[in-house]
C-alpha cells in the first residue's frame, strides 16, 4: 500500500497567520488517466471528517478560497492563507490514486 | 441534501459479531459505490472495504478480509457491515462514505461521510 506521511504532525498557529501542511507519498500518485487523486480533508473536533480539496487543487464547494491545495508527483501542500478560529482540528491527505485508499497520520491545527 | 446515518455500533466482546448499518438520503444510491472507513480512538483513518453500486463486486482490507463482509440493500437505500470474530483491535468509530463520482465502483475520493458508530471490542 502507498504510505502517506504528513508533516508537522502538530502545528500551533496564530490567528489570522498562514498555516501550511505537508504531505509526501511513497510513490507517484500520478495516475495513468494523468490525473493526481490526492485529497485533504479536514475534522474539526467531534465532526466527521469533511472533504476540502481533491486532484490536489480543486476546491469543494463551500470551502474557503484561504484553503489551497498544490503539489505533485509525490509531494502536495495544503495551505491556509491566515488561519481562522474555525479551523482548529485534524488534517488528513489521502490518496486515491492506488488501490486501496490510504490516509496520512493526520496533522493537528491549533491556535497559539 | 446527501446525508448517511450510521447505526448498531456497541460493545462486543472479543470473538463476538456485530452488524453496522448505514441508511442513505440524498442521492441516487444504487449508482455509487459505498465505503467503510475507521477511526480508533486517537488514531487516524483507516479504509476498511468497498461495494460497488450494483455490480456487487466487494473489497476489503487485510486486515479485515475473512471477518467483515460489506452489502447493501438499494431497495432500502442501505449498506451494511457484519462484523465477526471482532478483535480489541477493531475498537473504532466506523463511517461510512460515499463515492465521489457516480458509477465508478474503485473511486478515488469520497465526497460525504457520515457521523460514525463507535465499536467497541472488549471482555
Known amino acids: 500500500d502507498v504510505v502517506m506521511t504528513q508533516s508537522p504532525l502538530s502545528l500551533p498557529v496564530t490567528l489570522g497567520q498562514p498555516a501550511s501542511i505537508s504531505c509526501r507519498s511513497s510513490q507517484s500518485l500520478v495516475n495513468g488517466d494523468g490525473k493526481t487523486y490526492l485529497n485533504w480533508f479536514q475534522q474539526r473536533p467531534g465532526q466527521s471528517p469533511r472533504r476540502l480539496i481533491f486532484?490536489?487543487?480543486y476546491r469543494d464547494s463551500g470551502v474557503p478560497d484561504r484553503f489551497s491545495g498544490s503539489g505533485s508527483g509525490t509531494d502536495f501542500t495544503l495551505e491556509i492563507s491566515r488561519v481562522e478560529a474555525e479551523d482548529v482540528g485534524i488534517y488528513y491527505c489521502m490518496q486515491g490514486t492506488h488501490w486501496p485508499w490510504t490516509f496520512g497520520q493526520g496533522t493537528k491545527v491549533e491556535i497559539k | 441534501e446527501v446525508q448517511l446515518l450510521e447505526s448498531g455500533g456497541g460493545l462486543v466482546q472479543p470473538g463476538g459479531s456485530l452488524t453496522l448499518s448505514c441508511e442513505a438520503s440524498g442521492f441516487t444510491f444504487s449508482s455509487y459505490a459505498m465505503n467503510w472507513v475507521r477511526q480508533a480512538p486517537g488514531k487516524g483513518l483507516e479504509w476498511v472495504s468497498t461495494i460497488a453500486g450494483s455490480s456487487g463486486s466487494t473489497y476489503y482490507a487485510d486486515s479485515v478480509k475473512g471477518r467483515f463482509t460489506i452489502s447493501r440493500d438499494n431497495s432500502k437505500n442501505t449498506l451494511y457491515l457484519q462484523m465477526s470474530s471482532l478483535r480489541a483491535e477493531d475498537t473504532a468509530l466506523y463511517y461510512c462514505?460515499?463515492?465521489?463520482?457516480?458509477?465508478?465502483?474503485?473511486?478515488?475520493?469520497?465526497?460525504?461521510w457520515g457521523q460514525g458508530t463507535l465499536v467497541s471490542v472488549s471482555s
Open positions: 486532484k490536489v487543487s
Open positions: 462514505a460515499k463515492a465521489d463520482v457516480v458509477g465508478v465502483i474503485k473511486s478515488r475520493s469520497t465526497d460525504c
